[in-house]
C-alpha cells in the first residue's frame, strides 16, 4: 500500500471516529430542568415538605450539585437517579427514607439540572460521578461516622451495584431497574433505546467510550455485587421496556452471584415497567390519565398550565410501599 493510500485509509478511519463522536455526545446532551408548571408530580423541592442544605462536590474537576436532607440519624441514604431525570425527581422516595428514620443526599450527575458539563457523557458516567460523591462523604465531617446505604435507579441502579467494587463500607443496596455493564449497554439495547448510536461500528464507540471513561468501563453489577457482602435488594418490572429483564437486568445475571445477601423483586401487573414498578398501582393509573391530558394540551402551553395547577401531585407520587417497606427491611 503506498503512502498516499495509507493516509486515506487513516483520515477516513478519523472521520468514521468523529462521526460516532458527535452522534455520541448528541445523544448523551445535558439535561435541564422541566417547565415546572406543566410537569406533574412531587418533582421539585416546592411541592415537597422537606429541608436540605445544598452541596457541591468536585467529580474530575466538574462542579456537582448536591443536597443533603438532615434527619438527626446516623444512617445516611445516598440517592441516584437515571438517565434523562434529575435528583428532585426521587423527592417522593428521599421523603419516604426520611419518614423512615434515615438522612438522604443526592446529586445531580455531570450535565444534569445545576450541575456542569456540556453533556450526560455517557452510561459509565453514574459510576464516576457516585464514585466521587462517596469519596467526597467520607472526607466531609457532615457525614461523619454515618452508616452508608445506596438507593438507584435505572442509571442510577447499575452505578449503586458497579461502585461496590471501589467502595466497600457500604451496609446496603437497593437497585431498582438497573442495568448490569454500561460499557455494552450501548450496543446490547439497540436503536430503541439509544436510536442511532446503536447502529454506528462496535470498535469506534468502544473506542471513545474508553477514551471517555478509562478504567471504570472494566466494572459492572455483577462484579460490584460480588465484592460485597452487603444486603443487596434487585427490583425489576417483568415488562421493562427500556432496561429488558430477560436480558439486560441485573437480576437477569443472578447465576454469576456469589453474594448470598441478594434478594429480589419482580414488578408484575401494574408495576411490571422500568418506572411503573416505583409507584402505587392508584399512581400509576392516575399518570396514565395525566399523560393523556397532557398530550392533549400540549399546543395549548396557557391551559395545559391550568390544567397541572390542578393536579394531585400527591397521588401522582405515590409510591409502591410493597417494594419500598422491602427496601426498608434490606436496609435494617
Known amino acids: 500500500m503506498s503512502i498516499k493510500d495509507k493516509i486515506l485509509d487513516s483520515a477516513k478511519e478519523i472521520s468514521k471516529y468523529l462521526a460516532v463522536k458527535k452522534v455520541y455526545d448528541k445523544f448523551f446532551s445535558r439535561y435541564d430542568r422541566p417547565n415546572y408548571d406543566i410537569t406533574p408530580g412531587l418533582v421539585c423541592i416546592d411541592r415537597c415538605n422537606l429541608n436540605r442544605i445544598d452541596i457541591s462536590f468536585n467529580s474530575n474537576n466538574y462542579l456537582l450539585k448536591g443536597y443533603y436532607y438532615p434527619n438527626n440519624s446516623n444512617k445516611l441514604v445516598v440517592v441516584c437517579h437515571g438517565l434523562r431525570s434529575g435528583s428532585d425527581d426521587y423527592l417522593p422516595f428521599i421523603n419516604y427514607f426520611i419518614n423512615n428514620g434515615y438522612e438522604c443526599f443526592s446529586f445531580n450527575y455531570k450535565g444534569t439540572y445545576e450541575s456542569e458539563g456540556k453533556g450526560t457523557v455517557g452510561m459509565s458516567e453514574s459510576l464516576v460521578d457516585l464514585d466521587n460523591a462517596l469519596k467526597y462523604i467520607k472526607k466531609d465531617n457532615l457525614f461523619k461516622n454515618k452508616d452508608i446505604y445506596l438507593f438507584g435507579h435505572s442509571w442510577g441502579g447499575f452505578a449503586v451495584c458497579s461502585v461496590l467494587s471501589l467502595h466497600h463500607n457500604i451496609k446496603a443496596v437497593a437497585s431498582?431497574?438497573?442495568?448490569?455493564?454500561?460499557?455494552?449497554?450501548?450496543?446490547?439495547?439497540?436503536?430503541?433505546?439509544?436510536?442511532?448510536?446503536?447502529?454506528?461500528?462496535?470498535?469506534?464507540?468502544?473506542?471513545?467510550?474508553?477514551?471517555?471513561?478509562?478504567?471504570?468501563?472494566?466494572?459492572?453489577?455483577?462484579?460490584?455485587?460480588?465484592?460485597?457482602?452487603?444486603?443487596?435488594?434487585?427490583?425489576?418490572?417483568?415488562?421493562?421496556?427500556?432496561?429488558?429483564?430477560?436480558?439486560?437486568?441485573i437480576m437477569s445475571k443472578a447465576n454469576y452471584f456469589i453474594n448470598n445477601n441478594v434478594s429480589y423483586y419482580?414488578?408484575?401487573?401494574?408495576?411490571?415497567?422500568?418506572?411503573?414498578?416505583?409507584?402505587?398501582?392508584?399512581?400509576?393509573?392516575?399518570?396514565?390519565e395525566v399523560k393523556r391530558q397532557i398530550k392533549k394540551l400540549k399546543n395549548n402551553e396557557e391551559e395545559l398550565k391550568i390544567y397541572i395547577s390542578n393536579v394531585d401531585h400527591y397521588k401522582y407520587s405515590e409510591i409502591n410501599e410493597e417494594l419500598f417497606k422491602k427496601i426498608i427491611n434490606t436496609f435494617k
Open 176 to 249: 431498582i431497574s438497573g442495568f448490569n455493564d454500561a460499557a455494552t449497554m450501548i450496543v446490547d439495547k439497540g436503536v430503541f433505546y439509544v436510536g442511532e448510536v446503536a447502529a454506528l461500528p462496535k470498535e469506534y464507540i468502544d473506542s471513545y467510550q474508553y477514551e471517555l471513561f478509562k478504567d471504570y468501563l472494566k466494572y459492572n453489577a455483577v462484579m460490584g455485587i460480588n465484592n460485597t457482602n452487603a444486603k443487596i435488594l434487585l427490583a425489576h418490572g417483568n415488562n421493562d421496556m427500556v432496561v429488558d429483564y430477560i436480558n439486560e437486568s
Open 266 to 288: 419482580i414488578g408484575k401487573d401494574y408495576n411490571n415497567g422500568h418506572e411503573s414498578i416505583l409507584y402505587s398501582k392508584e399512581a400509576n393509573e392516575y399518570q396514565k
